[in-house]
């Protein structure tokens, strides 16, 4: 196993605290603005009306609430399971995974785009405009190795601490029971909780759902989390792996083929596939083609006579010392910012862009000054 001392570890070092080292990063990840943001960020179903409908920050919630509930079961560290839950997907871009897929194609040439990298990347570096979050290496590791589509019955916690700013990609398994549990927890979050939404929308009906599926795990939301959740505490107890019965599993897999069949790749949403990709190449493209022309030049970004371009160009200036003194590429810069954005705020940037609310003020202003 990782080392204790290691699992603890910060970036810059901190005096103990009475809330303990994993429930001080819970503190710090939810007052954070990345966090903030997630609450109009895409779980599935892009920009609902239906308020019921879930979005990012109340999947990060499920997540971090099922991931404790099976730690206790299992004598863990509830804790450090909150901690993971909560900042496991702070780095997820706008729209969902239909967004990863975009940022992964326009990126294709220099690596492609992976969430949970990204992830840690936000926790590391972005937030605070450069300061970070300064986070123990357990709840860093469970970040950036939590893959939600990556389906293991058994999950072994690794015995290594590689460097983890340096993983880039999805094979790295987390090096604690707690990251493991909540590699498991993501799963039986979203799973369960996009039928729910699905049945809401009446994208798929009840009599849908997978016999060898709900004859195991129950039809509803509730009696999937309940079921997987047990499954898992009884499986893994006593053992060195955390890891759900074959039953279980093989349910887990029906039901998962079923989501994506059914609710994923429905006509609803891949239907807007190529909307998105439009949104998102569009700020890709014009924010790079500013930022080659004034740089870090505040007060230059006023020339384009947008808001976009304003906010870009204070963005900048508060993230100026720390992508200088990383040497940050271009492409990384304007990732950063694209990918940091709310669905809302990015279809208001695209609109911006075509359509500029400061431009229609200046006309009018001029022709209520010249009569």
Not at 52 to 81: N, P, Y
Request: charged share 25%.
């Amino acid at each position: 196993m990782v080392p204790e001392a290691k699992l603890h570890e910060r970036t810059v070092a901190r005096k103990a605290d009475i809330r303990g080292d994993y429930f001080r990063d819970t503190t710090a990840i939810l007052h954070s603005y990345p966090f903030r943001r997630l609450k109009n960020k895409t779980q599935v179903f892009f920009a609902p009306r239906n308020d019921h409908i879930c979005t990012r920050i109340e999947h990060v919630f499920h997540v971090a609430s099922i991931a404790s509930a099976i730690c206790k079961g299992l004598g863990l560290d509830s804790d450090l399971a909150w901690a993971i839950g909560l900042g496991h997907d702070l780095g997820h871009p706008p729209f969902g995974h239909t967004g990863e897929e975009v940022l992964d194609e326009l990126l294709s040439d220099r690596g492609g785009f992976r969430h949970e990298m990204n992830s840690l990347r936000v926790a590391d570096i972005l937030t605070g405009y450069g300061e970070g979050l300064n986070l123990t290496y357990a709840v860093r590791d469970g970040i950036v190795s939590h893959c939600g589509e990556s389906f293991e019955q058994t999950i072994t916690p690794r015995t290594t601490a590689p460097a983890l700013e340096e993983v880039s990609d999805r094979v790295l398994v987390p090096c604690t029971y707690e990251g493991a549990v909540v590699r498991f927890a993501d799963k039986i979050a979203y799973l369960g909780r996009d039928i729910e939404d699905a049945l809401q929308l009446k994208v798929i009906a009840p009599d849908e759902i997978p016999p060898q599926a709900s004859s195991v795990l129950g039809s509803t939301n509730r009696d999937i989390i309940s079921n997987l959740v047990h499954d898992v505490i009884r499986s893994s107890q006593g053992e060195q792996s955390v890891s759900c019965s074959d039953a279980s599993f093989e349910a887990l897999l029906a039901l998962k083929e079923f989501n994506y069949r059914r609710i994923y790749t429905s006509p609803l949403l891949t239907g807007y596939h190529n909307y998105f990709h439009r949104v998102l190449k569009l700020l890709f493209s014009y924010l790079g083609e500013i930022f080659e022309r004034y740089a870090y030049d505040k007060v230059a970004y006023k020339e384009e006579r947008n808001l976009l371009a304003v906010r870009f160009g204070d963005y900048l200036d508060k993230m100026h010392a720390c992508y200088t003194e990383r040497n940050e590429s271009a492409n990384q810069i304007v990732l950063d910012y694209v990918a940091g954005m709310t669905d809302t705020y990015a279809l208001q940037s695209a609109n911006e862009v075509l359509n500029p609310k400061r431009m229609h003020e200046e006309f009018d202003r001029f022709i209520l000054e010249g009569e």
